[in-house]
């Protein structure tokens, strides 16, 4: 299966330039192609995931990336997709921008491989030392405005009479087609994949390299995914969902993939995943007879969890997960405990009270997670209160230090999954 067949097999393909010569031109040897990714944070996210992963598909068809960071362009910002203008960056956020985002592509794309090993480009390298006067006589002299306006990404902006386009941004596309040029000048990258809002761009990158060498370049665009009720897919109720666990946990990560809605998870099988699609057709087929058994969307989230965290980060993510349903929570950490129950209720409570023994009749309903000490009571006779996920069924029960998880929490429960946490100091 050539790439442009696997990219539609899996409901990735959008557009390309002349599709029969995009795939001969992939299919008659090794070429060099990019993508180029907007240094906005010190780490990527899951909205970075599919071109990412689209990547790492073509190079496993032989062929080499090429990582364009925008350390230039993101001075500027590009106005795709952008409904207002972008705060620009200084140099010195971008560089600590720049360093995060390069230790989380190796984990992706094979870099050591002499032939299609991957590079990450940086286009400051080469737009600093360009002048304006050059800019505008050995570049801008090739595109027309009437044709940058009539693009989707700059005509969006220009209708919106509040917020308009500057001329920052409206020259952004100018500097993409000279990346597109600079690259497939000094590193004979003839082909430059995006997003479908890129399409305008890429396109533009084409013509000026036909304009300046007479050659051919190629574009490829992949879909821009939603979820099936129309949300901006990377985004949860916790907010954007990042690669790197300081910013969001393993278990989180996982979390986020396991609860894909049943309308998009064998999508996302295909999208994200290089399990094979016999294979998805076989979690298709259970997804559809039992969706409530969650095989499809617990593999969905195994799968990308082992591939951004690693088989530790996928063995944390489910010891939480078992806890949280149940499950012995001694194994956690006070750090994978706090990140399981973060939203939960806490009360504090001393480790001298510990020491001389607290009822747990008392704090259940001084904590306020029971209202009274007779509903406490009666709760724990009828085997309703958890203490660390064991049930408890002695009104006398004590809690002592031994009690503790990590020397740092207590975890009461009612019921199947009503938590409450206690941290002592």
């Not at 195994?302 to 010891?319: C, D, P």
């Amino acid at each position: 299966m050539n790439f442009i067949d696997e990219l539609k097999a899996r409901e990735l393909f959008y557009s390309s330039t002349e599709e029969k010569e995009v795939v001969e031109h992939l299919e008659s040897g090794t070429r060099t192609f990019y993508i180029g990714f907007d240094p906005t944070s010190d780490s990527l996210h899951a909205g970075s995931l599919l071109p990412i992963l689209t990547m790492a598909r073509l190079q496993k068809k032989g062929h080499k990336p090429l990582v364009l960071i925008g350390g230039g362009t993101g001075m500027i910002g590009d106005p795709s997709g952008k409904s207002d203008e972008r705060k620009l960056l200084d140099e010195k956020t971008l560089t600590t921008n720049l360093e995060g985002m390069k230790k989380q592509f190796s984990r992706f794309l094979d870099f050591d491989d002499p032939e299609t090993g991957a590079e990450i480009v940086n286009n400051y390298d080469w737009l600093k030392t360009l002048t304006f006067i050059e800019f505008l006589r050995d570049t801008g002299k090739h595109f027309s405005v009437n044709q940058m306006i009539a693009k989707e990404s700059v005509k969006n902006r220009l209708e919106n009479r509040e917020q308009g386009i500057s001329y920052t941004e409206f020259s952004y596309m100018l500097l993409q087609a000279y990346d597109f040029y600079e690259l497939f000048k000094e590193k004979k990258c003839s082909v430059q994949m995006g997003g479908s809002d890129q399409w305008g761009n890429i396109t533009a990158g084409i013509d000026f390299i036909r304009r300046k060498t007479g050659k051919k370049a190629y574009g490829i665009t992949v879909p821009l995914l939603t979820t099936s009720s129309g949300k901006k897919f990377g985004k949860s109720e916790v907010g954007t969902i990042w690669l790197d666990s300081r910013k969001t946990s393993p278990y989180q990560f996982y979390q986020f993939w396991i609860r894909t809605e049943d309308a998009d998870v064998i999508r996302y099988l295909k999208a994200f995943t290089f399990l094979p699609l016999t294979k998805i057709a076989e979690l298709e087929a259970i997804h559809r007879e039992k969706p409530h058994a969650r095989v499809a969307s617990t593999q969905l989230a195994e799968e990308m969890t082992r591939m951004v965290h690693g088989e530790k980060g996928l063995e944390s993510a489910q010891r939480a997960t078992r806890a949280f349903f149940g499950g012995d929570l001694s194994e956690l950490t006070a750090s994978e405990l706090m990140d399981v129950f973060s939203d939960v209720p806490s009360h504090l409570i001393k480790v001298t009270q510990l020491e001389q023994g607290l009822s747990l009749v008392d704090i259940l309903s001084e904590s306020g997670f029971i209202k009274s000490k007779g509903q406490a009571r009666r709760m724990i006779k009828g085997g309703g209160i958890y203490l660390n996920n064991n049930r408890i069924k002695n009104i006398d029960r004590k809690l002592e230090k031994n009690d503790l998880i990590d020397e740092a929490f207590i975890v009461l429960r009612s019921g199947k999954k009503k938590y409450f946490l206690l941290r002592a100091n």
